[in-house]
């Protein structure tokens, strides 16, 4: 199917509708369409936001299946700018919107695991399930909202001290794997409930990449919704594909929304210096972190 600015229903009685952001995802897209097959029994559709792909992926995926729709946002608008265009052009009586990264490998029953959960939970706006790394660990994507403190710490030491007690809070590692609500759930594999999504306008798109899913849960809670994580559903998730490629782009992104986040939740004039000690120790991280990135991806280049 060729780009198109309008997008079909690929059911006749569609609940689900499945959203993905594509830059240049290589084999992982064909891998997420391929395994999406063993996730549900519905033929959702499927929409490639694409922010600006040059490697034909997006473009071969939309020709090889009726269901794929490929939906050119214009240029590189960011995550969240993109997942908004994309459920924009889903019909809203499609009750339930599948967001995920390109990278994602879905386990047996996936969806439907998520949707028999969002009938057991109605005021449930955004679902997640438990994501394995691809070496089989499990990532914490089920976290409590990080306070200033909890942010600040685990931002600015959790790379060089990951059992910090700041990190250790905020990322929840000790909690059972159970289904239970959280304060925000990983964004790169959410079933939202269409209705949820809206009231809170989508996701902001002044997040260029990076902690949009934790503005996105928070907001979520803020209007009475519940972010509930469900691990009987399980995906396995390659992370980090496009920040691996180009550390010097995507690692100041995740620091400048670090920033953003605690920023617009600390306005007042008597916050400004915590603001600015914010701002001060991320930017330090954020050089090193380039730095290393660097370092590793040449050492990986000369293998």
């Known amino acids: 199917m060729s780009a198109s600015d309008s997008v079909p229903a690929a059911d006749p009685t569609p609940v689900l509708a499945v959203v993905t952001v594509t830059y240049s995802p290589g084999e992982h897209l064909g891998h997420f369409i391929s395994t999406l097959a063993t996730a549900t029994d519905r033929k959702p559709q499927v929409i490639l936001a694409d ?11 939309a020709e090889a299946d009726e269901h794929v729709t490929l939906l050119r946002t214009g240029g590189n608008i960011g995550y969240g700018g993109a997942i908004n265009r994309a459920v924009a052009e889903i019909d809203p009586e499609i009750e339930f919107v599948i967001i995920a990264n390109p990278d994602v490998r879905w386990g047996t029953d996936a969806i ?8 057991r939970w109605p005021r449930a706006g955004a679902l997640g399930p438990l994501i394995h790394e691809p070496d089989g660990s499990i990532y914490p994507s089920a976290r409590r909202v990080p306070g200033l403190l909890d942010g600040a710490g685990h931002a600015v030491l959790g790379a060089v001290w990951p059992g910090n007690p700041w990190t250790r809070r905020y990322r929840q590692d000790n909690e059972d794997i159970a289904e239970r609500t959280v304060g925000w759930l990983s964004g790169s594999c959410l079933l ?6 809206d ?9 260029f990449m990076y902690m949009e899913d934790v503005d996105f849960g928070d907001r979520m809670g803020r209007a009475g919704w519940h972010n509930v994580f469900v691990p009987t559903a399980d995906v396995t998730h390659a992370k980090g594909h496009a920040a691996g490629r180009h550390p010097e782009t995507m690692l100041p992104a995740h620091h400048a929304s670090a920033y953003r986040f605690q920023a617009d939740r600390h306005p007042h ?8 000690a914010l701002r001060a120790g991320l930017a330090i991280r954020c050089k090193i972190a380039v730095r290393s990135a660097l370092r590793e991806r040449d050492r990986a280049a000369q293998r």
């Open 51 to 61: 922010n600006g792909s040059t490697d034909g992926s997006p473009e071969l995926a």
């Open 112 to 119: 439907d695991q998520l949707l028999e959960a969002a009938r």
């Open 192 to 197: 939202v409930r269409r209705a949820a999504f």
């Open 199 to 207: 009231s809170i306008d989508g996701f902001d798109s002044r997040y």
């Open 269 to 276: 004039w008597w916050q400004a210096p915590l603001r600015w």
